[in-house]
């Protein structure tokens, strides 16, 4: 398998001054092997090794047959709430530091950096620097950039560059809309975040995000979310628009999209595949948090049979990863189920 929903932290990011703190700068405190991780005063993470040590990924990845990783910054580094200049440093600095793993990573890891997208100019210029100068294969995003949606127009420059740059950009949750009805009672996770999935694809389609940037890779996290299970409501809402969007409906638009399996119920993963299509579905497991699925990838091992992708859903996922993330052939050679006599299947 290959993974496309793992994250790393960096414990080696000092804060460069209180107001950074106060901003949302990480700050860590030493516990043996692990670190807590606060974020303005709060207990946001505890983290061991496998959040930064390529060695611990690896033990990890081999017991649970996983053969690469895409590896993404972990969305509360984001900072798209704090001043442009602390988010900036932020994203550069991590994504040095994730470099540093992916090239430790022995040809198993691949990675998508952050950019502060509250911040257009400086994002367009980390997207130019993340794959000469550090080896990345795109971005991974939040769903809103709290200033911006996604389908602002000032946002269309970092959409362009990363058109024109072939990055793969991977969609992330990033900060619940309305949290005191969307996160009570430990709703966060299972509903809070899969709304802003299902808003950021709006803006993705409604918002014509991909009419005007159509060659776009896109992967949502957790299976699409509720979208797949909303795809009529979405079609009836768009043939109901008075000026509709150039494309004929928005289920060919999700077409267009990737989305991870991530989904903890064999029966959501086959819509999410009827949704998206069996070439465009990869596995995700959140690695190395506690919400990935046990054993990762347990949706597609419980509902092969019931997949188009059926019984060699590892191989068709790893291929479809490999499409998302743009790899080279040299880089589709590291796993020989997914080539024939040296070229792509």
């Not at 389908?151 to 990363?162: C, G, I, N, Y």
């Not at 399996?261 to 009827?274: C, N, R």
């Amino acid at each position: 398998m290959l993974d496309v929903h793992t994250h790393f932290f960096p414990r080696d990011l000092p804060p460069p001054s209180d107001q950074a703190v106060r901003e949302g700068w990480p700050v860590l405190e030493a516990q043996g092997d692990q670190v807590r991780v606060f974020q303005r005063g709060k207990h946001v993470r505890t983290l061991g090794p496998s959040a930064w040590d390529a060695g611990a990924r690896f033990e990890d990845m081999d017991r649970d047959e996983v053969v690469g990783q895409v590896v993404m910054p972990t969305p509360f580094t984001f900072l798209y709430d704090a001043s442009a200049e602390i988010a900036g440093r932020y994203a550069r600095e991590q994504n040095d530091r994730l470099a540093e793993l992916i090239a430790a990573g022995q040809g198993r890891l691949f990675g998508l950096g952050a950019i502060p997208l509250q911040d257009p100019e400086a994002a367009v210029a980390e997207i130019k620097r993340l794959p000469g100068e550090l080896g990345m294969h795109g971005v991974a995003i939040g769903t809103h950039a709290h200033r911006f949606q996604l389908h602002d127009k000032e946002l269309d420059p970092v959409f362009a560059e990363l058109e024109a740059s072939g990055s793969a950009v991977f969609v992330h949750p990033w900060q619940p809309v309305a949290p005191e009805r969307s996160c009570h009672h430990g709703l966060a996770f299972g509903l809070g975040r899969a709304i802003e999935t299902e808003l950021a694809v709006g803006s993705l389609l409604f918002g014509g995000v991909l009419d005007r940037h159509p060659a776009l890779r896109i992967c949502l996290a957790h299976g699409g979310a509720g979208v797949p299970a909303l795809r009529g409501r979405l079609l009836n809402g768009w043939q109901r628009q008075h000026d509709a969007p150039p494309r004929d409906g928005p289920w060919q638009a999700l077409r267009t999209l990737w989305a991870d399996g991530l989904t903890y119920d064999p029966g959501a993963l086959a819509l999410a595949e009827d949704t998206f299509g069996p070439e465009h579905m990869v596995v995700g497991s959140d690695y190395p948090f506690a919400a990935m699925e046990s054993p990762i990838a347990a949706s597609y091992r419980l509902g092969a049979e019931s997949l188009r992708l059926g019984g060699r859903w590892r191989d068709t996922t790893t291929r479809n990863a490999l499409d998302f993330l743009g790899c080279t052939s040299a880089e589709r050679a590291r796993f020989p189920s997914t080539t024939k006599n040296g070229h792509a299947v």
